[in-house]
C-alpha cells in the first residue's frame, strides 16, 4: 500500500511500531509554528539569551585567566564553522546515498574550549550563573560591573570551598561543571552511569574532582545525584532535565552562528534556507540550540534532532503526548547504545513540549552507522568527533533516502531552493577523547 493513501492514524501507528522496533525513521514534526506564532506561548524570548551572553561576556575576564586556550578568543567560549566539502563528496557517494545538494558545514562544538564538547555552553554557563548569585550576595563581588578576575583570588576560592555542586552526567556534561567548578575552587561530585567512558571519569579524578559511578539508567543517576544535593544547603544540583539556565546557555550559539554565517557571507532566507542536524539525548542541548537559532535567524532555519534507535526518548516522548512520561524501556527498547551522551531513556522534563513548536522533525540512526560516520569523517576531513557526535551526520544523509524529507521540502515548497541550501552539522563532542581511544574508535565494528 502506498504510505500516501493511509490515513493519519495508521501512519502514526506504523511510527510507533518500527520505533518499537528500533528501525530507523523520520519524523517530520507537523506541530511546528512560524516564529512570530510559536513565541507567544512561549517562557523565554529572545531578551533571555541576549542577558544569558551579557553573563557571559562578563565572566570572559575570569575565563582567560583560568583557562589559557581561551585567550586568543578573549575568554569566550566558542567554536568554528567550517565547511566540509570533502564529507560531502564521500557522504553524495553511492555507497551512503545522500545526493546533497547545497553547502555542508560543521559546527564544531566537538572543539569548544575547557570541556571538549556542547556541554561547555549549557553545563557552564549554569555554573557561572549560579557563581555570579552566590558571588555578589555574599560580597566575593561588590556587583555585576566588579572586575571578575577577582572570581580567582585566594579569598573567593576559600569562599566557594565552603559550596558543593552535585550533576549527573553521561560523561561530558560532568567534563564540563567539572571543570569549570573546580577552576572556581567548589568541591564538584560527578555522578555518571558506568557506561560513561572511563577516560571521562580518569580526566575528572585526575584533576581532583569527585566521581560517582552508579549502574543503573541516566534517570536514575540524576535522581540520586539530586538526593545527595538537596539534603546540603551548601550544595547546588545542576539538573539536566529540568534546568531552564542551561538551556539558555546553549540558545546563546543561535545569536553566536548569526554573527559567524554573517561573517562568512552565508546568507539565510526563504531562497537560502538553513537546516541544521543536533544529536539529542535529554534534548536540553539540541533544544536550546533550537530555540536559539529561530530566535536569531527565523523560519528559514530548519532544526532536526538526532537519536539513536535505542534510545529515541525524546521522540518517543513527542509521538505519544507523554514527553517525560515515558520512557525507552517502556517500549522495550534497551536505552543502550555506543553514542555514551545519547545513552538516555526519558527526556527532560521541560523541553519537548516548549520545543515542538520550533523543531522541525526527529531522526534516528543505528549505532552501526555511527562508527561508519566516524571513520568517512576521519577519511574524508581528517577531523575526528565522537560516536554520539556523529548523529549529527545522519542529518544529510536522510535527504536521500527519506520519503519523509521529500514531502516536507514538497510541504514547504522548497525543493527548488535546495541547490543554494546550507546544512550544518553539530558536532557536539569529542576535543578530549585520548589518541589511543580515538584509534579504538576508528577501529571499532559494531
Ligand atoms: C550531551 C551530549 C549530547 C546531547 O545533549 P542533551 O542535552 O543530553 O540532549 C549530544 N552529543 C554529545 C557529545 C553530548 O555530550
Known amino acids: 500500500m502506498e504510505l500516501d493513501s493511509l490515513s493519519s492514524l495508521e501512519k502514526r501507528e506504523i511510527?510507533?511500531?518500527?520505533?518499537?522496533?528500533?528501525?530507523?525513521?523520520?519524523?517530520?514534526?507537523?506541530?511546528?509554528?512560524?516564529?512570530?506564532?510559536?513565541?507567544i506561548r512561549s517562557m523565554l524570548t529572545l531578551s533571555d539569551i541576549d542577558s544569558a551572553e551579557a553573563r557571559l561576556r562578563r565572566f570572559a575576564p575570569f575565563i582567560k585567566m583560568a583557562f589559557p586556550e581561551t585567550v586568543e578568543a578573549k575568554g569566550m567560549i566558542e567554536s568554528p564553522l567550517i565547511e566540509v566539502p570533502e564529507l560531502r563528496k564521500a557522504l553524495n557517494r553511492e555507497k551512503i546515498g545522500a545526493n546533497l545538494a547545497g553547502k555542508l558545514y560543521m559546527k564544531m562544538d566537538s572543539e569548544l574550549p575547557i570541556g571538549g564538547s556542547v556541554k561547555s555552553r549549557g553545563g557552564i554557563y549554569e555554573v557561572l550563573k549560579y557563581t555570579e548569585t552566590l558571588a555578589v550576595e555574599n560580597?566575593?563581588?561588590?556587583?555585576?560591573?566588579?572586575?571578575?578576575?577577582?572570581l580567582a583570588s585566594p579569598a573567593a576560592k576559600a569562599?566557594?570551598?565552603?559550596?558543593?555542586?552535585?550533576?549527573?552526567?553521561?560523561?561530558?556534561?560532568?567534563?564540563?561543571v567539572g571543570l569549570m567548578g573546580q577552576a572556581l575552587g567548589y568541591e564538584t561530585i560527578v555522578h555518571m552511569t558506568s557506561e560513561a567512558a572511563e577516560w571521562k571519569k580518569e580526566l575528572l579524578r585526575d584533576r581532583g574532582v569527585i566521581v560517582k559511578v552508579?549502574?543503573?539508567?541516566?534517570?536514575?543517576?540524576?535522581?540520586?545525584?539530586?538526593?545527595?544535593?538537596?539534603?546540603?544547603?551548601?550544595?547546588?544540583?545542576?539538573?539536566?532535565?529540568?534546568?531552564k539556565e542551561m538551556f539558555l546557555g546553549y540558545a546563546v550559539a543561535g545569536k553566536r552562528l548569526k554573527k559567524q554565517l554573517r561573517q562568512q557571507g552565508i546568507v539565510v532566507d526563504k531562497e537560502h534556507p538553513l537546516f541544521v542536524y543536533i544529536p539529542c539525548g535529554v534534548g536540553s542541548t539540541p533544544g536550546g540550540i533550537t530555540f536559539g537559532l529561530r530566535q536569531f535567524l527565523g523560519d528559514h532555519v530548519h532544526c532536526f534532532?538526532?537519536?539513536p534507535t535505542q534510545a529515541p526518548c525524546m521522540l518517543l516522548g513527542m509521538v505519544t503526548g507523554l514527553y517525560n512520561n515515558i520512557t525507552v524501556q517502556d517500549v522495550g527498547l534497551s536505552g543502550k547504545t555506543h553514542a555514551d551522551g545519547l545513552a538516555v531513556g526519558r527526556p527532560s522534563a521541560i523541553i519537548g513540549d516548549f520545543i515542538k513548536p520550533f523543531l522541525s522533525?526527529?531522526?534516528?540512526?543505528?549505532?552501526?552507522?555511527?562508527?561508519?560516520?566516524?571513520?568517512?569523517?576521519?577519511?574524508?576531513?581528517?577531523?575526528?568527533?565522537?560516536?554520539?557526535?556523529?548523529?549529527?551526520?545522519?542529518?544529510?544523509?536522510?535527504?536521500?533516502?527519506?520519503?519523509?524529507?521529500?514531502?516536507?521540502?514538497?510541504?514547504?515548497?522548497?525543493?527548488?531552493?535546495?541547490?543554494?541550501?546550507?546544512?550544518?552539522?553539530?558536532a557536539t563532542g569529542g576535543g578530549l577523547v585520548p589518541e589511543n581511544v580515538r584509534q579504538e574508535l576508528l577501529t571499532k565494528k559494531v
Open 361 to 426: 522533525g526527529i531522526l534516528t540512526v543505528k549505532d552501526k552507522r555511527l562508527f561508519d560516520y566516524l571513520r568517512i569523517l576521519w577519511e574524508s576531513e581528517k577531523t575526528f568527533i565522537e560516536p554520539s557526535s556523529c548523529a549529527a551526520i545522519h542529518g544529510p544523509v536522510c535527504w536521500g533516502h527519506s520519503k519523509e524529507m521529500a514531502d516536507y521540502l514538497e510541504d514547504n515548497n522548497m525543493n527548488r531552493y535546495m541547490e543554494n541550501a546550507t546544512h550544518i552539522i553539530w
Open 214 to 243: 552508579y549502574d543503573g539508567d541516566y534517570s536514575e543517576v540524576v535522581a540520586k545525584a539530586k538526593a545527595e544535593s538537596v539534603v546540603d544547603a551548601n550544595s547546588h544540583f545542576v539538573d539536566d532535565e529540568d534546568s
Open 15 to 39: 511510527l510507533f511500531t518500527d520505533i518499537k522496533n528500533a528501525i530507523e525513521v523520520n519524523w517530520i514534526n507537523h506541530s511546528k509554528l512560524p516564529n512570530n506564532d510559536a513565541i
Open 139 to 150: 560580597g566575593v563581588l561588590d556587583s555585576f560591573e566588579d572586575d571578575y578576575c577577582k
Open 305 to 307: 534532532f538526532v537519536e
Open 159 to 176: 569562599f566557594f570551598g565552603t559550596k558543593k555542586l552535585h550533576i549527573g552526567s553521561t560523561g561530558n556534561l560532568g567534563l564540563s
